[in-house]
């Protein structure tokens, strides 16, 4: 065989080869959460190189009243999979970013749209004549389902599917990731419960009903919120009627967020006597938070603090 010939041969040796060669890991999923809670659960999910986590809303801020800034619709438009909490919880900014994001991947009904509120039972549904005059509620009932742990499994359990959905050859390790996830986050409720266990029944109030998923998972009872209309300040009459309400009720915890840290509650607290708590609900939101797992941890470890 000449050397020219040997040439040919060995070309046409490498392209069938080339052809025939399937690499064991393909490129990771490029996903985008809306959240920072999200995002850690899906990475957990996704651990081992699969999946390429971006992340629209930054922790310490109300998911609610975003605005659809330039780099949210970048991100999105290159994403295979959106993971968002749904429930209206990011209705005033994310559907913009999908449509601006022109990535049909991601648009409700796309293969790679995950609302993770499905299977999620949620709290607050509103019933009868739905009004504005009413205040900011939720149609599809209260979006702060991820305080509740338990539903951060169900929340992991939406995410596998979706990734298996879309990625299917690498189902058997999201699964396997899930499992991991899913005994972590059993583990640490039962912990907590036990911690829990002595102030069970205790009566707490919030500012804007952000804990109730939180309190009922760990048997505190959440009777009222200081705002009488979600979304809108309370004024002097409604400001007087909790006051009295928690001194008679010998309430002694106010909870509220970083976000509803307001002048009203504040004033509620220092009328009532009642210790008003910023509680960091989002992960990455305060260095004790810097996981979902510890957030969770530091939310209950705090009310233990002042409960005492």
Known sequence: MNYRKWIVVFLAGTICISLSYTPLFSAPLRVVSSTTDIAYIAREIGKGGLVKISTLAPAKVNLHYLDARPDYIQKTSRADILLLLGAEAESNWLPLVIRQSRNSKVRVGGSGYCDLSRSISLLEKPTGKISRDMGDFHLSG????????????????????????????????????????????????????????????????????????????????????????????????????????????????????PWNHTSAAAKVAKKSGAKLIILPIQTSSSPESNTYPKMIENCIKTLIKYLQ
């Open 142 to 257: 209260n979006p702060h389902y991820w305080l509740d742990p338990l539903n951060g499994i169900q929340m992991a359990r939406n995410i596998m599917e979706c990734f298996s959905k879309v990625d299917a050859k690498n189902q058997k390790r999201y699964k396997k990731n899930l499992k991991s996830f899913e005994k972590k986050i059993m583990n640490l409720t039962q912990s907590l419960l036990t911690l829990m266990k002595p102030y069970a029944g205790k009566t707490v109030v919030d500012y804007h009903s952000e804990f109730i998923y939180l309190t009922r998972r760990f048997r505190l009872k959440l009777p009222f919120h200081i705002e009488d209309k979600p979304g809108f300040p309370p004024g002097p009459k409604r400001i007087r009627e909790v006051t009295k309400l928690i001194r008679q009720n010998k309430i002694s915890l106010i909870l509220t967020t």
